[in-house]
């Protein structure tokens, strides 16, 4: 049986479970309001449970997001309508921590975690500094964990390891960049 989880918000009508998504039952009255129960697994929230669906469409709902190996965040999550779609989207504003890592480079306010990097707190006014975590990756590296963006902020670079062309890995100097996050030092090593 479809269990109803609640209300439709573009025709008023149930909306139902129908397996990997949550539809309007009045589908075949043209309305093609659905919210896939995976929608928001890239970011971390790998299903959006009935008791989860219900609570957003009543307005929105705290659900919890895995940020990196072993650390789930909860973060407020609406219902927002793009053109005639709604889509579930995440209040990232807050940052993952209220944790100031440090000062941001370009505007002196705090550097606080986000999913995919650490940033300025400040970008929704418009600073976008950002260190991604991944900066290194594509040269063999491990992600920059919240250690590593403290220090960089402070002292200005720290010591990574990299894979060089001979597959070895090496140590490099990433210094803090005010407009890349931060940028290998291949000079001085
Ligand atoms: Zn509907
Ligand atoms: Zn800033």
Redo the contacts with the bound molecule.
């Keep these: 049986m479809q269990s109803k989880v609640g209300k ?1 918000p ?4 149930a ?1 139902v479970d129908r397996g990997s998504f949550y539809g ?4 075949v009255k043209g ?1 093609d ?1 659905s919210i896939g129960k995976s929608s928001l697994s890239h970011l971390g929230h790998p299903t959006i449970t009935p008791k989860e669906m219900r609570a957003l469409l009543k307005g929105s709902v705290q659900l919890s997001f895995k940020i990196s190996s072993g650390i789930e965040r909860l973060f407020w999550v609406e219902l927002v309508q793009k053109a005639s779609k709604f889509l579930p989207q995440v209040d990232f504003t807050a940052g993952i921590a209220a944790e100031s890592l440090g000062s941001c480079p370009v505007c002196g306010a705090d550097i606080v975690e986000y999913p995919l990097s650490y940033g300025c707190s400040k970008w929704e006014e418009g600073c976008e500094f950002a260190i991604f975590k991944d900066s290194i990756k594509k040269f063999g590296g491990k992600m920059l964990t919240k250690k590593d963006a403290k220090e960089l902020l402070k002292n200005g670079q720290i010591e990574v390891k990299i894979r060089g062309f001979d597959k070895k890995m090496k140590k490099v100097n990433l210094l803090l960049d005010s407009e890349f996050g931060c940028r290998m030092d291949f000079k001085n090593r």
Excluded: L
């Design positions: 439709c573009k025709c008023g009508k909306v309007c039952a009045g589908f309305c309001f």
